[in-house]
């Protein structure tokens, strides 16, 4: 005599908590995500009466000079040598690149325009210079 079995194994995945589920793992990594901001070096900018944003951060590189004549080109300290080729790389790589330069307003002038020759010579024209907006008096 055979018996059959009231209850059937059935192979189905529940899948009536998958939404629960993955709304819960967005949620954390939203939560838990961390956006970049550049550092680069401690730089003091100097103050100016009207200022306009960039276009794109897309397109730009950032150049930090410090005042002790440091130089830091998205987030590396590079030498004033190599200056040259790191831009020059870069703008081979896009050619709609744009230079924020953030100087330290203590910076010297011969410093800023060693940077300008070296930009020159990579062929990175389109500068931008960083500063604040001064306190209105």
């Not at 005599?1 to 967005?26: A, C, H, Q, R």
């Amino acid at each position: 005599m055979k018996f059959s079995s009231k209850t059937k194994v059935s192979g189905e995945i529940p899948t009536s908590s998958m939404p629960d589920i993955i709304f819960m793992l967005l949620i954390f990594f939203m939560v838990t995500t961390v956006l970049r901001e550049y550092e680069g070096l401690n730089v003091f900018l100097p103050q100016a009466r009207k200022i306009e944003r960039l276009e794109s951060k897309r397109h730009t590189a950032h150049i930090f000079i410090s005042k002790d004549g440091m130089i830091s080109i998205d987030d590396k300290i590079i030498p004033m040598d190599n200056v040259k080729h790191v831009m020059y790389d870069k703008r081979v790589a896009d050619p709609q690149l744009t230079v924020s330069l953030k100087a330290d307003r203590e910076a010297s002038m011969e410093l800023i325009s060693d940077m300008h020759n070296e930009l020159r010579e990579a062929d990175a024209l389109k500068i931008n210079y960083s500063s604040k907006v001064a306190a209105p008096s």
